[in-house]
Nanobody, 125 residues
C-alpha cells in the first residue's frame, strides 16, 4: 500500500504561482511513477503531469504545458507541482497519484494504483 498526502493548495490571484507537494509513504518511492490530476466541479478528472521514477522523463497535459513543472525528490519521498501563470481555469481539486512500474509514464486515471485525498486550488481573476 502507498499513502499519498497532498499539501500546498490555496487561494491565489491569476498570474501568480503556487507549489503543490505530495508526500508518499508505505512503499519504496523510487519504484513509483507519479502523477498529478485535477478535477473542477462538474467536470471529469483531467491529467496534469507525470514523472517516472528517475525524474528524467515527464509528461504534461496540453492545458498546462509551459506553465506547470513536475519534479520529484526521491530522498524526501515527495513529488512537486510548480504552477506558474495561474489562470481561473486552473481552479480545481488537485490529486496526486502513484503507479507501478515506475519506469512507465501514464496519463490515464485507470493506470494509477494509489491516490491522495486532494488539495484545493482556487485562482481568482
Amino acid at each position: 500500500q502507498v499513502q499519498l498526502v497532498e499539501s500546498g493548495g490555496g487561494l491565489v490571484q491569476a498570474g501568480n504561482s503556487l507549489r503543490l507537494s505530495c508526500a508518499a509513504s508505505g512503499r519504496t518511492f523510487s519504484n513509483l511513477a507519479m502523477g498529478w490530476f485535477r478535477q473542477a466541479p462538474g467536470k471529469a478528472r483531467e491529467f496534469v503531469a507525470a514523472v517516472k521514477w528517475s525524474g528524467d522523463s515527464v509528461r504534461y497535459g496540453d492545458s498546462v504545458l509551459g506553465r506547470f513543472t513536475i519534479s520529484r525528490d526521491n530522498a524526501k519521498n515527495t513529488v512537486y507541482l510548480q504552477m506558474n501563470s495561474l489562470k481561473p481555469s486552473d481552479t480545481a481539486t488537485y490529486y496526486c497519484a502513484a503507479r507501478t512500474p515506475g519506469h512507465l509514464l501514464a496519463s490515464k486515471e485507470s493506470e494509477y494504483d494509489y491516490w491522495g485525498q486532494g488539495t484545493q486550488v482556487t485562482v481568482s481573476s
